[in-house]
């Protein structure tokens, strides 16, 4: 096959929802439709157990599960999907981000009952910074839910993007009949099922047999339904939704296996294939012939057996060849890769190539920092991996002065692999951490002692959150900077970053400052 048609047919998207929507569980059904695995229930889930939250250790050890379905690929109809795995713990959120600059599109699931939730909010506001397309899927139609019409005015207000429902159902909860699928012009029946895969029927939604299948109320709703559907929402409209500015909407049961094979059929159609990407230097667009790169995301492995990490690659464009040169751009050597590994189904096994849109994990020993560049040799740097405002914020002290040196060397490894974010007091010239979660400062301290031999303490500051500030107007910054001296940090990359003890406080600043720009990721 050429290179061509190689790319063209891979989709490389991530699942997100908020914890419990359903995401495994749809995951492990578009598995199965894939012939990836035979049973349900083969998925471990990545969710992060109710009830061992306080217990990282634990959470950890899952972590390490997910390694093997952190990008799960699969054959389905002559495409080749990559579904990248996003963590479910609301801690490890910038992980989240992380993976969703290495995707090309996005199913949001969505529970039926509970609506649009703070995780999904937060994530599709990440997809709009970079106009991702998304599909969205309501799930658990099998139990009451919401009504059909206000979860769309929901979707559409709280993710503020407009919508436009490809399927649509009949019914909820005990009396859930099933979809009318608008896109394929059919009806779904419902049977519920967790094993096996629903028949489509195809019925003429205006001939008696839509009453034969489900009964003389449901069969006038609908019709009245999809009337009114025609009369208030878009028409699908491919660019539209490619551009990330209209999400087709499914509704299904991801347990009972119902809606799931017309998301897939519908998805692999219209879903893109790896999209042109944005280096500092120029576009990289998919289907040149070099091979580029970038790190999107660093596992370590928790077991101090085999301590070793991967570097989660994902292929820009061309080819990337087993053992063959390439240029790791900060570092401006070349390296080869003896033995890179694909994520196929759950299998994580040796491959000799990979194209765009793959991702490749690479075995890494500290040579990877989040966001690295690989190439054929050019001199590229691809952007687009912002951090954002960390919500908790500690100084991290050195607990054992004999060990300054492994503190410092842990730091900056742990930060690298992007587990949190270092913030340099400009005025006293204090470390500062800064984390989506508790979590995060425990397994901190965890890593730096099993890893590096270095004991760290904890000292509380109470930030709102952290700023990175820019201004046009020079002398304006330089006040800034002085009256809130004590507040002003660097980050990892020596830009100005004020830490805001509040929101008021917050608030007053981009009063009283008004040629300032205050931004809360540090890409802008
Ligand atoms: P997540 O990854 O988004 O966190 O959600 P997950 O798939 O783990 O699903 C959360 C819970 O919702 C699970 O139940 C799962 O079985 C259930 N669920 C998923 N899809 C449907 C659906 O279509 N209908 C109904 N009724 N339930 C659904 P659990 O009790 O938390 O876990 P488990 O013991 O069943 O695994």
């Excluded at 992060?48 to 599960?65: V, Y």
């Excluded at 139609?141 to 929901?154: A, K, N």
């Excluded at 539209?240 to 519908?266: H, M, T, W």
């Amino acid at each position: 096959m050429s290179l061509e048609s190689e790319i063209k047919r891979r989709r490389t998207f991530a699942i997100i929802s908020h914890p419990d929507a359903g995401k495994t569980t749809l995951t492990e059904k578009l598995l199965l439709f894939g012939g990836a695995i035979h049973v349900a229930g083969a998925v471990k889930s990545n969710k992060i157990k109710k009830t061992a939250t306080s217990d990282w250790m634990e959470i950890e050890k899952q972590r390490g599960i997910s390694v093997a379905t952190s990008v799960m690929g699969f054959e389905y109809e002559g495409y080749k999907i990559n579904i990248l795995d996003t963590p479910g713990h609301q801690d490890f959120a910038e992980d989240t981000y992380r993976t969703l600059t290495a995707v090309d599109s996005v199913i949001i699931v969505v529970d039926a009952a509970k609506g649009v939730e703070a995780q999904t909010r937060k994530l599709m506001n990440v997809c709009r910074m970079r106009n991702t397309p998304v599909i969205v899927f309501v799930n658990k139609l099998d139990r009451e839910g919401r009504d059909p019409f206000d979860l769309m005015d929901e979707l559409e207000a709280e993710l503020g993007i407009a919508v436009c429902p490809l399927s649509w159902p009949i019914n909820m909860g005990q009396h859930f009949k099933g979809v009318y699928n608008v896109y394929g012009h059919n009806l779904q029946l419902f049977t519920p099922n967790k094993q096996t895969i629903s028949q489509a029927v195809d019925v003429d939604i205006r001939s008696a047999a839509l009453e034969q299948h489900v009964g003389d109320a449901d069969a006038a709703k609908l019709r009245d339904d999809l009337e009114i559907i025609e009369g208030v929402y878009p028409a699908f409209e491919h660019a539209r939704y490619l551009d990330g500015q209209l999400a087709p909407i499914f509704f299904g049961s991801a347990l009972n296996n119902f809606g799931v094979k017309e998301l897939l059929d519908c998805f692999v159609q219209v879903a893109p294939s790896p999209r042109p990407v944005q280096a500092v230097e120029r576009v990289v667009d998919p289907y040149e012939e070099a091979f580029t790169g970038f790190v999107f995301k660093i596992h370590a492995n928790m077991d101090p057996n085999h301590r070793s990490c991967i570097a989660f690659v994902k292929v820009c464009s061309g080819r990337f060849e087993r053992n063959v040169n390439y240029r790791h751009v900060r570092h401006g050597k070349m390296m080869r890769f003896s033995s890179p590994t694909a994520f196929m189904a759950q299998k994580k096994e040796t491959v000799d190539e990979a194209y765009a849109g793959d991702i490749v994990g690479l075995p890494d020993t500290g040579t990877f920092k989040i966001g690295d560049t690989l190439t054929a040799g050019e001199q590229l740097h691809f952007k687009g991996l912002p951090s954002f405002s960390p919500e908790m914020f500690k100084y991290i002290e050195n607990a054992d002065p004999m060990k300054t040196k492994q503190l410092e060397k842990g730091i900056a490894q742990l930060m690298d692999e992007g587990v949190a974010q270092l913030f340099i007091n400009q005025f006293n010239g204090r470390k500062i951490i800064g984390t989506v979660g508790q979590l995060q400062f425990e397994v901190i301290q965890y890593r730096l002692l099993h890893e590096y031999g270095a004991q760290c303490r904890w000292e509380p500051l109470s930030l709102h959150k952290a700023c990175w500030i820019e201004s046009d107007n020079e002398a304006e910054l330089e006040a800034f900077k002085k009256r809130k001296a004590q507040y002003m940090a660097h980050d990892r990359d020596g830009r100005d970053v004020f830490l805001a003890d509040s929101a008021y406080v917050l608030q007053m600043a981009q009063q009283d400052f008004k040629d300032i720009r205050f931004h809360f990721t540090s890409e802008f």
